[in-house]
């Protein structure tokens, strides 16, 4: 349920009063979590801490798909092409090794029947 931080970030705005929240919200809720940041002229601005997501996942095993930027839905809309997807076979659905088994799968399906038409020319001879 937490976002885990590093040790930098660990200084949270709930131990900076000086620094007001981002936007009309003032309750530090899982959703609206902000850290402080020093500008260039030395002052705290709060900065919004954004969660982060599961990310895409193979639609056969369901393990996360390398390659691809763990992002919200709304945000894919503006990224390109390249960035949402990877260029193979099923890219931005499956991961490579479903689709090798995929692969494997149909050729040897293929054989498999290729085998059974050429036993059955030899048996009606």
């Known amino acids: 349920f937490f976002l885990v931080f590093s040790c930098a970030d660990r200084f949270t705005m709930a ?6 929240r981002v936007g009309r919200q003032p309750y ?23 969660k ?16 691809i930027k763990h992002l919200k839905k709304s ?14 076979a099923y890219g931005g659905s499956a991961c490579a090794n479903c689709v090798k088994t995929r692969v494997m799968r149909a050729f040897l399906l293929e054989e498999h029947k ?5 036993l059955a020319e030899r048996g009606s001879k």
Do not use: F
């Open 15 to 20: 131990n900076n009063r000086s620094v007001t």
């Open 28 to 50: 530090a809720t899982r959703s609206h979590l902000a850290k402080p940041v020093k500008t260039p002229g030395g002052r705290l601005h709060s900065q919004k801490i954004v």
């Open 52 to 67: 982060k997501t599961k990310g895409p996942r193979c639609s056969d095993c369901k393990c996360a798909l390398p390659g």
């Open 75 to 88: 945000v894919y809309q503006n990224l390109k092409k390249r960035e949402r997807t990877v260029s193979r």
């Open 114 to 118: 290729a085998v059974k038409k050429l």
